[in-house]
């Protein structure tokens, strides 16, 4: 009767408990590896990422001076295995979690690398 059209409020619910009893140990991991992210995407290109802008688990890269819009990169990036979100059309979004590891991101920013090149 409460739950109006929240149906599954019980299954988000769960998933915030389980977040808030398991996993906030290990948030500082995602940070440090967004960090490490940010920093080697910016190593590549010093435009596409603000390092000051990087103090959770969500890397913003800046593409347009890369002459080719977010959405392009994100089917790159995708036949790399990266998942990427358009966040605009110039910007994309990538999140460090639990099922990110370290050589993950090393992984990105070496699809980043590759990709840079052959967009040159």
């Known amino acids: ?65 890369s002459r080719h819009r977010a959405r392009e990169w994100v089917d790159l990036l995708a036949d790399y295995e990266v998942l990427a979100a358009a966040s605009q059309h110039d910007v994309l979004r990538l999140v460090t979690h639990r099922h990110i590891s370290e050589p993950d991101v090393d992984h990105t920013v070496s699809a980043f690398r590759q990709i840079r090149e052959r967009l040159a």
């Open 1 to 65: 009767m409460l739950g109006g059209n929240m149906r599954q409020a019980g299954l988000l619910a769960a998933c915030g408990l389980v977040a808030l009893e398991q996993l906030v140990n290990r948030l500082a991991d995602d940070h440090v590896n967004a960090r490490k992210l940010a920093q080697g995407l910016q190593a590549i290109d010093p435009a596409w990422v603000d390092i000051d802008s990087v103090v959770t688990n969500i890397v913003m890269v800046h593409v347009g001076n």
